[in-house]
T-cell receptor
């Protein structure tokens, strides 16, 4: 089993739709969680950190479920510019080890 | 404030050639990392430097060496390039462990 698993997609959604991605992790010692966005042939850029209580940034909401060992990302009112690959990243055991998922590809259609 | 910079952006090598990838950050971060990204795989850690003066192996260190030149700079060296090292290489930095990582624009390397 992979340490961090994501559905690769693609998720094809119309503009204005709400879309949600999940990411499961296997190591219960995982401490920090992040969602990154990666555009084609570009570097990953932080979208948001994921806190135990959940957090929201504009149209984006992230949730953490430690009991079931997954994090989620909800995007409301999708824009064409949201088209990208979304990477789930987990830091394990307060170390320098960050485990990256392979990413979920989102295409927002006009 | 440039963040994390990397040079070169692109490189083509022949098998057996050597090269050094350069990385610098201006965020006064303690920790720096080198990753490679291959199709269908998540980013994999090659080496990291927890702080100036220290380096440690990551998940895929074979065929690579690193130098933490000072707090700002962390270089990755391929002593004898192999086709299996064809990849996109990203440098990243963070204030400390478990903190957010910030990435450079990447180096696309092709080994023939």
């Amino acid at each position: 089993r992979k340490e961090v698993e994501q559905d690769p997609g693609p998720f094809n959604v119309p503009e204005g739709a709400t879309v949600a991605f999940n990411c499961t992790y296997s190591n219960s010692a995982s401490q920090s969680f992040f969602w990154y966005r990666q555009d084609c042939r570009k570097e990953p850029k932080l979208l948001m950190s994921v806190y135990s209580s959940g957090n929201e940034d504009g149209r984006f909401t992230a949730q953490l479920n430690r009991a079931s060992q997954y994090i989620s990302l909800l995007i409301r009112d999708s824009k064409l510019s949201d088209s990208a690959t979304y990477l789930c990243v987990v830091n394990v055991g307060r170390t320098y080890k960050y485990i990256f998922g392979t990413g979920t590809r989102l295409k927002v259609l006009a | 404030n440039a963040g994390v910079t990397q040079t070169p952006k692109f490189q083509v090598l022949k098998t057996g050639q050597s090269m050094t990838l350069q990385c610098a950050q201006d965020m006064n971060h303690n920790s720096m990392y080198w990753y490679r990204q291959d199709p269908g795989m998540g980013l994999r850690l090659i080496y990291y430097s927890a702080s100036e003066g220290t380096t440690d192996k990551g998940e895929v260190p074979n065929g690579y060496n690193v130098s933490r030149l000072n707090k700002r700079e962390f270089s990755l060296r391929l002593e004898s390039a192999a086709p299996s090292q064809t990849s996109v290489y990203f440098c990243a930095s963070s204030r400390d462990k478990i903190e957010t990582q910030y990435f450079g624009p990447g180096t696309r390397l092709l080994v023939l």
